[in-house]
């Protein structure tokens, strides 16, 4: 019995949240469906750990679906490189369900609340099933899955420019959807196959035709719009802007991440570096825009006046570090890719709480809006600072590890400039996250009923929880930096 | 003493700070924790002297950061100085602190002593880094912590110095420390320190070394070196107890302490003196000494006029750093001590003068010595002491300094040397003269006194420290044996 349910792991973690969201529909209640959607989320949350430990022990997991074997059926692929990815995204939306209680409750009308939790549940199964699944197409479906829930999480937003800003997401995005599908297709016509590890196989034999290259422009271009990668950008500040909190917490920390997984895997594992990087020129084409990205971002972010959108145009910024880190296809570039998918995850996750927190104290999140919160809210406004000290990349903080390890990257390989760009990027940064600290602290409040309120428990909970873990990453990041490291190893050794 | 210790004395001003927050509703305890904390603190660091001095290295690592980068506590001489040092005149400054907030009625006075343990914490954990993954996470938790302290008055004026502090602080920190020590990560393979230094071996030609020594002395803006010496006064609008301890003692000393223990860890004496790397790095230093003591003349306030003398004096020590010669070393490290105690006592005469008068500028202080005696008298003994003037403690480090340029064949610097203590005498001696032999000016009220009692008496065992420095020097050649003449 136990040993039957380990070995149905794999596929239970898409296949909870697939279920619980239907359950939700049908019992059509906010705090029922909350209940679901928190249960799900820790369930994979523990699934995904067990999975971590077992591929920890025992080397990659494949799980074929249905007991059709690959390449003719469906395999789900477990190593430690998606493992990394499923962790940080089970364990966003574990803590994400302590903190939507309070602040969907605020933000969502109660008789709608239900759909937000099934949509919130779909979103979490497309982005276990990108990151878990060994076959292209089946990839496509599941990035399908969790666009359209997004669209929908994105388009529940107060205000009405939500709707718009969904919009503008769902045009992009299904874009980059259809770039990635004619990609896959173009290797399928080639190759004759859509499992991941038979295209591999099966590529080098025909690498050489344009067709090929063409499915790789496809797929780059169409992973890149969504996440985000400068000139693709200009759907994320205003979807993340105007997106209910919790859902710019969850869709800041996860999606965005599993979009980078997935190129990374198509790059590496399916195309292989030597193919990539070495016969065509993608590294020199990501460099130049990751570093646009890392400085165009930031100063962007500089002018900003709203907290949400301050902290989306970093996003963009900090997208730019992972996509730099991964362009260089090194061992120790990989690893600072990898590092930086998690930590920036968990730091712009706890960023996004705290603008949430003040957005539930406030009903508005302009700096102005926030000034001199830092005394009504000492425990949120703390929260801002170490999470913001760790986007800067202060060390004993996760960010100050991926920072580290991304110079180390580039000085290895002798790119001064690139070290350069990557400090004055977090320069930069220093500048947009000290006006806000500045507003909280410095700033008379803008209505002076003097009283102390802070956010619920939950949310202040869930915020310091994710801090919590940033700091410990910065002080003992050796676990996630083996783990980032052999997976770096495994990515390069099976493209070579 | 087992080196289990060394995590623990750093953690005891931190825990302890958690329990100034709680008593904060009683002042005299509140207090009276910090300054049994400091006590405690000076009494566990001098546990070890006898070990280091017999040529002991204790060392203690917790855990492993990164693959190869521990967070690592290691004792050796140097850092033993000046974590004695910063935690002595902890439990002083605690003292006169307690006087100065009081007698000015100062707010957040709870978060101020907080703030004050935490970056002593900070400050021990730089003395007892064992390696440079280590050194920099308390660097940066240094800067931090006394943010809040710089910008206590929370208004225009100190949220603009708060910038200009924690812009230059962490710009130099993340933009040269950082890409310098990733670079002697890739360079050497390691990032602890060792004796002997670790570039010997690591094929790094003259320029590449010169670069990187720059980069990194550069990156320990703490050190206050021109051009990136505008954050020292810039912390000025803290509370004078703040200038006093942070920007005279802890903060100051931890970037040229940092800049000596690059020189001898890192680098190493001989290689720096084969290659000459440092050597740029010496005439930035010297540029320093000079162009601080010349705007020092310049400022009528008070404690801008002391900043710039601490820019000045800063560089020093780094002269002794970047001399390359083991007496220079000695130099050095004994000028941590000398100025640390001369400078603390200016700061707190200051603070004086500010309780008891009001009074900012040096021009405003004509004829106040009658009514402050031992307050301009102790400010008179401490700037004989930067001076170098015997029977100060200050003349031994300038010694120390002055033979070792002859050693390394510097006479320039030694002509340096000779002539910032002319300045000295120019902008120190400026303050007891009108202090004494001016007329007051009219306004001035007959019935000033001296500040309440708990400003006067540390600012009396202060001076009378640089006297005692002079007549007594051998604790400090003693524990700097390794660098002294034979």
């Known amino acids: 019995m136990i040993t039957q349910f380990l070995s149905q792991m794999p596929v239970l973690l898409v296949v909870l949240p697939l279920l619980a969201a239907p359950v939700c529909v049908i019992v059509h209640r906010a705090a029922p469906s909350w209940f679901i959607y928190a249960l799900t989320s820790w369930a994979c949350f523990a699934i995904a750990f067990l999975l971590f430990v077992q591929v920890r022990i025992g080397g990659p997991i494949s799980y074929v679906l249905g007991g059709w074997p690959p390449p003719f059926g469906i395999e789900l692929r477990l190593d430690a490189l998606n493992m990394l990815v499923v962790l940080l995204v089970t364990g966003i939306a574990a803590i994400a369900s302590i903190y939507a209680r309070a602040s969907i409750a605020a933000e969502i009308p109660r008789e709608r609340a ?108 169409g992973l890149s719009l969504k996440f985000a990668l400068f000139p693709l950008h200009i759907w994320l500040p205003n979807a993340y802007t105007y997106a209910p909190s919790a859902v710019s917490a969850f869709i800041a920390a996860t999606a965005t991440k599993v979009a980078v997984y997935a190129l990374i895997r198509f790059l590496f594992t399916v195309f292989g570096a030597a193919y990539a990087f070495g016969q065509l020129p993608l590294g020199e084409v990501l460099m130049v825009l990751a570093v646009v990205a890392m400085l165009s971002g930031s100063v962007a972010a500089i002018f900003q006046t709203d907290v949400k959108r301050l902290l989306a145009w970093s996003s963009v910024a900090q997208m730019g570090y992972i996509v730099l880190g991964l362009s260089m296809a090194s061992a120790t570039g990989l690893t600072a890719a990898l590092a930086h998918i998690v930590n920036h995850g968990i730091i712009k996750g706890a960023l996004f709480m705290v603008a949430g927190a003040l957005f539930w104290r406030m009903r508005a999140i302009s700096i ?89 428990v939950s949310m202040v909970a869930a915020t310091w929880v994710l801090v919590g873990a940033s700091v410990a990453l910065g002080l003992y990041a050796s676990p996630l930096v083996e783990t980032a490291e052999r997976a770096a190893a495994g990515l390069l050794g099976s493209g070579a | 003493m087992t080196a289990l210790w060394l995590p623990l004395l750093v953690a005891l001003p931190a825990v302890m700070s958690l329990v100034v927050a709680v008593s904060g509703r009683w002042p005299n305890l509140r207090e009276g924790v910090s300054v049994a904390t400091a006590l405690a603190l000076l009494a566990g660091i001098a546990g070890f002297i006898g070990d280091v001095t017999a040529g002991a290295r204790p060392s203690f690592t917790l855990f492993e950061i990164l693959p190869g980068a521990s967070l690592t506590f290691t004792l050796e001489p140097i850092g033993l100085l000046f974590a004695m040092i910063a935690s002595g005149l902890w439990s002083l400054t605690t003292v006169y602190a307690a006087g100065y907030m009081r007698g000015n009625a100062e707010h957040a006075q709870t978060r101020f002593f907080v703030c004050f343990a935490l970056a002593i914490s900070a400050a021990i954990g730089i003395a007892f880094a064992g390696n440079l993954m280590t050194l920099f996470i308390f660097y940066e938790m240094l800067t931090l912590s006394t943010y809040p302290l710089v910008t206590h008055h929370g208004d225009a004026e100190s949220r603009d110095g708060g910038r200009v502090y924690l812009g230059i602080l962490l710009t130099t920190s993340i933009g040269f420390f950082l890409p310098a020590t990733v670079a002697t990560w890739l360079l050497t393979g390691s990032i602890t320190f060792t004796d002997g230094g670790l570039m010997a071996g690591s094929g790094l030609g003259a320029l590449g070394a010169g670069l990187l020594y720059a980069l990194f002395l550069y990156g320990t803006g ?44 890192v680098f190493g004496v001989d290689f720096l003196a084969e290659t000459g790397a440092s050597q740029p790095m010496m005439w930035i230093a010297t540029i320093t000494v000079l162009g601080a003591s010349l705007i020092a003349m310049t400022k009528d306030n008070l404690k801008a006029r002391l900043a710039y003398s601490t820019v000045s004096q800063l560089s020093y020590i780094v002269l002794g750093a970047t001399m390359a010669s083991s007496l220079g070393i000695l130099g050095g490290s004994m000028h941590i001590a000398m100025h640390a105690f001369a400078k603390i006592t200016l700061f707190f005469c200051a603070g004086a003068i500010y309780t008891a008068t009001h009074r900012k500028n040096v021009s405003d202080l004509d004829g106040l010595g009658y009514a402050m005696p031992i307050t301009f008298s102790a400010f008179f003994i401490a700037s004989l002491s930067l001076i170098g003037i015997p029977p100060m403690g200050g003349i031994w480090s300038k010694w120390y300094l002055m033979e070792g340029a002859a050693d390394a064949g510097h006479i320039a610097i030694i002509l340096v040397l000779s002539l910032s203590s002319l300045l000295n005498i120019v902008y120190l001696l400026e303050i007891p003269t009108r202090a004494f032999f001016h007329n007051p000016r009219p306004d001035t009220p007959r019935n000033w006194q001296e500040a309440p009692w708990a400003c006067v008496i540390p600012l009396s065992i202060t001076a009378a420290g640089c006297i005692v420095w002079f007549l007594y020097p051998l604790p400090f050649t003693a524990l700097l044996s390794p660098w002294a003449p034979q």
């Not at chain 1, 769902?170 to 599908?181: E, N, S, Y």
């Not at chain 1, 290895?412 to 996250?433: K, M, N, P, R, T």
């Not at chain 2, 990136?228 to 802890?250: D, E, G, K, N």
């Open chain 1, 114 to 221: 239900y759909l937000f939790y099934a949509a919130l549940l779909l979103c979490l199964c497309g982005l276990l099933g990108i990151s878990i699944t060994g076959d292209a197409f089946n990839l496509f479906v599941f990035l399908e899955i969790s666009s359209l829930s997004s669209y929908s999480l994105i388009a529940m937003g107060a205000k009405r420019r939500a709707l718009l800003s969904a919009f503008q997401y769902l045009i992009m995005g299904t874009i980059g959807g259809t770039f990635l599908l004619i990609g896959i297709g173009f290797l399928y016509m080639m190759t004759g196959s859509l499992n991941m590890a038979d295209i591999a196989d099966r590529l080098p034999a025909v690498s050489d035709t344009r067709t090929v290259e063409a499915g790789l422009a496809f797929i780059v271009i």
């Open chain 1, 368 to 456: 102005n809006d926030v000034a001199g919160l830092g005394r009504r809210m000492p425990l949120t406004a703390a929260a801002f600072v170490v999470a913001g000290l760790a986007l800067i990349g202060v060390p004993a903080t996760g960010g100050f590890i991926s920072k580290w390890l991304l110079l180390e990257a580039v000085m290895e390989d002798a790119h001064y400039g690139l070290a350069a760009a990557i400090l004055v990027s977090s320069l930069l940064s220093v500048i947009y996250i000290g006006r806000v600290v500045e507003a909280l602290y410095f700033r008379d409040p803008a209505d002076n009923d003097g009283k102390t309120a802070e956010a619920p």
């Open chain 2, 222 to 265: 703490k050190a206050a070196l021109m051009p990136f010496h505008r954050w020292l006064p810039a912390a000025m609008v803290a509370p004078t107890p703040v200038s006093a301890l942070l920007h005279a003692v802890a903060v100051v000393k931890a970037g040229v302490f940092i800049v000596l223990k690059l020189t001898v860890y």
